[in-house]
């Protein structure tokens, strides 16, 4: 019974289309790379972790960073919130992306610690 278990919440796991919020300015500067492009960079992480921590993922927000925030090199943000919040209070996964060369800057848990 378990066993069966495990197999539906890996069913869920993968089959989960989570909502997916995109905060941007209103025209990304020419030579960058677009939301949906670090999207797809940045859930091979995600759904990787997801699925090692047993975590289904709730929503997706996808955020550009630009000169006048933090990092100072223009990066998007792409964050998966969980349902819940584990015993030790993480509660989402973040991976950065440089928006310049498409490149994977950090990675990595988020949570209240």
Request: proline content about 5%; overall charge negative; charged content about 15%.
């Amino acid at each position: 019974m378990l066993m069966l278990g495990i197999y539906f919440f890996v069913v869920f796991l993968f089959f989960n289309y989570p909502r997916v919020v995109t905060h941007q300015p209103d025209t990304v500067p020419e030579g960058f790379i677009s939301s949906d492009q670090a999207y797809s960079i940045a859930i091979p992480h995600i759904r990787a972790y997801s699925l090692e921590n047993f975590r289904a993922i709730w929503e997706i927000h996808i955020e550009f960073w630009s000169e006048y925030g933090f990092p100072r090199d223009p990066t998007w943000e792409v964050t998966a919130y969980f349902y819940t919040r584990e015993m030790h209070g993480v509660y989402g996964y973040s991976v950065f992306i440089r928006a310049d060369t498409g490149e994977l800057y950090h990675k990595g848990a988020q949570g209240v610690f």
